[in-house]
């Protein structure tokens, strides 16, 4: 006869590790689009309110790239039709030393030659301007993008129910009912819903070629707002339950002698 005392434990623990596996990835994820939402949204300020650090330098090395390919969907759109552009590879000699800017738009990469002097915006150290014209990438196809980007409705439900757990936690230790995991998954799914409603928003306007620096916080601010206002509504019914059954059950007590 097997003997599952050992078996059961065993189990448990793989579910602990594959928990602990599991919330330690989330939390890398959700760093790094922090990150990278903090990124965008700064040098996106920085340029407008015109406080990039500027320096001169001279371009010495400037090298032109062919890129093809068919137009559809993605930022700008596009109808599937065959397109053909340039891109440049701009390095520059700075003061402080080299730097290295690839993927410059044709517009800025024909006005450039090598030696010639430039002013260019640093943010950070990083190139975001040369001579006033934008040559940060910003957010873009890039690994780390891509991953961020697919993983979003992961990351965003996970945080509006991190929310949830944590007001409900904070509700518990002001003398509130305690609310039940079943009672937390309304407001959650709620909350999930509406965020990644909002992120698909996000996608069809970023489909006409308009992306926010800080679209990351659009769904996941949208869905907890929600989410916790239903938890609002899910305390007080809990209150109003609790002060019902508070008179019935001080009745119901044997009299003491």
């Not at 068919?70 to 109808?79: E, F, K, N, P, T």
């Not at 409705?153 to 904070?170: D, E, F, R």
């Not at 230790?173 to 999930?192: E, N, Y």
């Amino acid at each position: 006869m097997s003997d599952t005392s050992e078996a059961e434990p065993v189990r448990s623990r793989g579910g602990r590790v594959r928990r602990v596996l599991f919330r330690l990835v989330m939390t890398v994820l959700i760093l790094l689009l922090a990150g990278r939402t903090y990124e965008e949204t700064a040098v996106a300020l920085a340029r407008s309110d015109g406080s990039l650090r500027t320096a001169g330098a001279s371009v010495t090395e400037l090298t032109s790239h062919t890129v093809s390919g068919h137009a559809g969907g993605g930022q700008s759109g596009g109808d599937g039709t065959y397109f053909t552009h340039t891109e440049y590879t701009v390095r520059l000699a700075l003061g402080e030393g080299r730097k290295r800017v690839d993927k410059v738009a044709d517009q800025v990469g024909q006005d450039l030659w090598k030696g010639k002097r430039v002013v260019v915006g640093l943010w950070h150290g990083r190139v975001v301007e040369i001579d006033g014209q934008d040559v940060w990438r910003g957010w873009h196809f890039g690994t780390l993008d891509v991953t961020l980007i697919v993983l979003t409705p992961l990351t965003t439900t996970w945080l509006i129910s991190l929310a949830v757990s944590a007001a409900a936690l904070l509700a518990s230790l002001t003398g509130r009912p305690r609310v039940s995991r079943d009672d937390r998954f309304g407001p959650c799914a709620l909350g999930s819903a509406v965020g990644l409603a909002a992120l698909l928003g996000l996608l069809v306007h970023a489909a006409f070629g308009h992306v926010l620096a800080y679209w990351p916080a659009i769904p996941v601010c949208a869905g907890t707002t929600v989410a916790l206002a239903r938890l609002s509504a899910v305390i007080r019914r809990l209150v109003r339950i609790a002060a019902g059954n508070t008179p019935a059950d001080a009745g119901s007590a044997p009299a003491r002698a």
